[in-house]
T-cell receptor, first 111, second 114 residues
Framework: GQSLEQPSEVTAVEGAIVQINCTYQ??????LSWYQQHDGGAPTFLSY????GLEETGRFSSFLSRSDSYGYLLLQELQMKDSASYFC????????????FGKGTRLHILP | DVKVTQSSRYLVKRTGEKVFLECVQD?????MFWYRQDPGLGLRLIYFSYDVKMKEKGDIPEGYSVSREKKERFSLILESASTNQTSMYLCASNPLTASTDTQYFGPGTRLTVL
């Protein structure tokens, strides 16, 4: 079957670095993406990894290891506005290219 | 900027009513999607469409139907609303040439069925 696992909650301090992990189980893997969703808002796309390695976009980085079926989102220099839920998602060819979302990680940031 | 709009932010309906949720995107995207989001369950795909008049079932299509008569508009229909369909409904779109991971979401409709 298809599944994604990510922690339900993570807490970090303002200015620090936090890593949100995601492991997946699927066949015909295309890539791993990350979305951010603030309370009451719509999910917004953050990053996409199709190949192994680290992709950096400003304070956010995303990593993928296809051999380990594992990825993470790294948030640096945390700001209070980063308090949100973060979803990992995979696209699988075995599901006609449909995207599968994880259940989300709620990031709490302490001042 | 891509803009995806949904007809209502909040909606309250009674059990047994027929409910229409509408989604419009202004970027000529081929693909459109309907999800529902529930606490602890993440986003679950209800239906999607790759073209006008085309529809495919997602993971949880039971109790729902869809309509795509125009490229920019994708409607979700609850034929007879039930209390277990109380949820946040999110519409998304993306172009055919893009990775299907990169989806643009509307603001969502929070539906309550009494």
């Amino acid at each position: 079957g298809q599944s994604l696992e990510q922690p339900s909650e993570v807490t970090a301090v303002e200015g620090a670095i936090v890593q949100i992990n995601c492991t997946y189980q699927t066949s015909g893997f295309y890539g791993l993406s990350w979305y951010q969703q603030h309370d009451g808002g719509a999910p917004t796309f953050l990053s996409y990894n199709a190949l192994d390695g680290l992709e950096e976009t400003g304070r956010f980085s995303s990593f993928l290891s296809r051999s380990d079926s594992y990825g993470y989102l790294l948030l640096q220099e945390l700001q209070m506005k980063d308090s949100a839920s973060y979803f990992c998602a995979v696209t699988s060819t075995s599901r006609d290219d449909k995207i599968i979302f994880g259940k989300g990680t709620r990031l709490h940031i302490l001042p | 900027d891509v803009k995806v709009t949904q007809s209502s932010r909040y909606l309250v309906k009674r059990t047994g009513e027929k409910v229409f949720l509408e989604c419009v995107q202004d970027m000529d995207h081929e693909n459109m999607f309907w999800y529902r989001q529930d606490p602890g369950l993440g986003l679950r795909l209800i239906y999607f469409s790759y073209d006008v008049k085309m529809k495919e079932k997602g993971d949880i299509p039971e109790g729902y139907s869809v309509s795509r008569e125009k490229k920019e508009r994708f409607s979700l229909i609850l034929e007879s609303a039930s209390t277990n369909q109380t949820s946040m409904y999110l519409c998304a779109s993306n172009p055919l040439t893009a990775s299907t991971d990169t989806q643009y979401f509307g603001p969502g409709t929070r539906l309550t069925v009494l």
